[in-house]
């Protein structure tokens, strides 16, 4: 079977040891190659053609730049170099239950890694690192399956480091912060990257371990305060709107509809919404 083309061109860099060098610091010593690019058009594109060639699981590719990088249903994310721009790659023995909260579970341990560095983030359903209102990041989970189910996740985190969002293009600047803009300073991306990676090994062990309801109790501590209140969903072409209650056991968000009825949402864009009475 031919080998599939390049889905973008990229440049090596010999940083990638950096990054290992600040797992060893944690106390952990990463299991798979990390490679650090110094440019790529995605790091979940280039990790998803290196799946496709039988990289290991939680190999690790970090970017310096990149020039196609893409968010929640295919948008584009600014990415400039001073910022952090990682996919992992899992191949994971989850049961179903389990394997649809690894996006939540990212969530967590992005916060978490924020919180080294004194920022307080909350997360916003399903993908956002929030600070404030503005965004601080993102998550983006990719999955493949074959005939005997889930094969391959690719883990994307992408993460404000260094950015200043006056730089940012107009319409972003009142949307976007980042660790430099909330705190003064910043970690670096080899210790940013260290740090996230170090808590997602954590929490997916956890996951493995004792199944979604830690998970799920995490997340919720973190959580945008939109309890109780009213919100828009939007994937597609399809919009609800209703009161937002919870997360179901499968990670789902749960809507209460105008109606009475009551709407687990997989995915979309989630937004709080003043209902009209």
Do not use: H
Request: charged share 25%.
């Amino acid at each position: 079977m031919p080998r599939p083309p390049r889905t973008s061109r990229w440049k090596l860099s010999n940083r990638g040891p950096e990054i290992s060098r600040a797992l060893r610091e944690r106390g952990r010593q990463w299991p798979a190659p990390i490679r650090w690019l110094e440019t790529v058009g995605s790091t979940n594109d280039f990790l998803k053609e290196r799946s496709r060639e039988g990289a290991a699981g939680w190999a690790v590719v970090v970017a310096s730049r990149q020039t196609a990088a893409r968010g929640r249903q295919g948008r584009a994310w600014l990415s400039p170099s001073g910022n952090l721009f990682l996919s992992l790659l899992l191949r994971p023995t989850l049961p179903a239950e389990s394997a649809g909260l690894v996006p939540l579970a990212a969530g967590v341990a992005a916060a978490e890694a924020a919180a080294e560095w004194g920022v307080a983030v909350q997360l916003k359903w399903p993908n956002d690192l929030v600070v404030r209102g503005r965004k601080l990041g993102g998550v983006l989970v990719e999955a493949s399956a074959g005939a005997e189910g889930l094969e391959t996740v690719v883990v994307g985190v992408g993460m404000n480091l260094a950015l200043d969002p006056a730089d940012a293009p107009p319409a972003l600047r009142g949307a976007l912060t980042s660790v430099r803009a909330e705190t003064g300073g910043e970690p670096g991306v080899p210790a940013a990257a260290a740090a996230v990676l170090d808590r997602l090994a954590v929490w997916y062990d956890a996951l493995a371990r004792d199944g979604p309801p830690l998970v799920l109790a995490a997340w919720r501590a973190r959580s945008v305060p939109w309890w109780g209140r009213a919100v828009e969903a939007r994937s597609g072409d399809a919009v609800l709107r209703g009161v937002a209650r919870d997360l179901d056991p499968r990670g789902a968000l749960i809507l209460d509809l105008a109606d009475g009825s009551r709407r687990a949402v997989f995915s979309g864009e989630v937004r709080e919404v003043r209902l009209e009475s």
